[in-house]
């Protein structure tokens, strides 16, 4: 069966920093990966997308690479900030249905 | 971006009571929207898949007698869950989709359903 996993649990940075969060999949070869942003007690809030034949994608301090050999995508904040601490999920899709990683908390400390 | 709003926010409930959940799609007809359930520290877990005017679809191992979708327009989703037990408490988080946002699920802020 399909399983995406994010091998870390946790991650506190201090800010400034980059903050690099991983994403594993196994079993299948999805046609793209999707990072979102989750606050505590909130939905989740879509960040960015890459498509398999997309080696890199950013969009403002966020940089997420794909790579279908190692069937990983690498999630990228730089200058960290206080304000991205949150819990990040990345995303497959399979026929309009996302399967989630359980997800990485960030902390940054000021 | 779309918004999706749900309702209420959190529910404490006793034990055998049935809770309805409200899922609505603010400013866009939503082709399709999604029931997920989430307990702490854990990953999002899809439960249905809803359509308008049909029948959900349900994931494996989600009694669809227990947790009943009803998909009544374009703009509203509801989740019911019915005879609720302790274990039923969750934090249950609906999305929605319409025809060109192929790539993008919107997310409500959840419910927080706590069963006494």
């Known amino acids: 069966s399909q399983k995406i996993e994010q091998n870390s649990e946790a991650l506190n940075i201090q800010e400034g920093k980059t903050a690099t969060l991983t994403c594993n999949y196994t079993?299948?070869?999805?046609?793209?990966l999707q990072w979102y942003r989750q606050d505590p007690g909130r939905g989740p809030v879509f960040l960015l997308l890459?498509?398999?034949?997309?080696k890199e994608k950013r969009k403002e301090r966020l940089k997420v690479t794909f790579d279908t050999t190692l069937k990983q995508s690498l999630f990228h904040i730089t200058a960290s900030q206080p304000a991205d601490s949150a819990t990040y999920l990345c995303?497959?899709?399979?026929?309009?249905?996302?399967?989630f990683g359980a997800g990485t908390t960030v902390t940054v400390r000021a | 971006g779309a918004v999706v709003s749900q309702h209420p926010s959190r529910v404490i409930c006793k034990s055998g009571t049935s809770v309805k959940i409200e899922c609505r799609s603010l400013?866009?007809?939503?082709?399709?929207m999604f029931w997920y359930r989430q307990f702490p520290k854990q990953s999002l877990m899809l439960m249905a898949t809803?359509?308008?005017?049909?029948?959900?679809?349900?994931e494996q191992g989600v009694e669809k007698d227990k947790f009943l979708i009803n998909h009544a327009s374009l703009t509203l989703s509801t989740l019911t869950v019915t005879s609720a037990h302790p274990e039923d408490s969750s934090f249950y988080i609906c999305?929605?989709?319409?025809?060109?946002?192929?790539?993008?699920?919107?997310f409500g802020p959840g419910t927080r359903l706590t069963v006494l």
């Open positions: 809803s359509n308008e005017g049909s029948k959900a679809t349900y």
């Open positions: 995303a497959t899709r399979a026929d309009y249905k996302l399967s």
């Open positions: 890459i498509r398999e034949n997309e």
């Open positions: 400013d866009f007809q939503a082709t399709t």
């Open positions: 079993n299948y070869s999805p046609a793209y």
């Open positions: 999305s929605a989709i319409f025809p060109d946002s192929y790539n993008e699920q919107f």
